[in-house]
């Protein structure tokens, strides 16, 4: 049950910042944001929060999310909004959603992983 919050506490963070910063300021439609945003918190999830993380510290999981969110909106944005986001655009998305990873990986460390040394906030 506890994977089941941190994801759905992921899934709403990353939705609304794509919704507001892909849909609201830039005009991509809603619905295929939102697919965008499944893919990326699946993946996300899986490899930065419990694998990354897990293994490191609150520093490289949350650059290594940053990475990876990066590169899944360049790849994953073609298919789903009809063609490439630009860089400034995905590299804004990418750096918002590494802020709100910070905190999660925080909630991660005391939830998800008790057993795991809490990750350094520096």
Known sequence: MVHVKALVLKLIMVSLVFLIVLSGFNGYPAVDVVLLSLAVTA???VVGDLLILRNSNNVVATISDLALVMVL????????LGGGVPFGLVFLTAVIIAAGEWVLH????NV??????SPSPS
């Open 112 to 117: 998800v992983h008790p057993n795991m040394e």
């Open 43 to 45: 993946v996300s999830y």
């Open 106 to 109: 925080l909630y991660m460390a």
């Open 73 to 80: 909106i360049w790849l994953m944005s073609i298919p789903l």
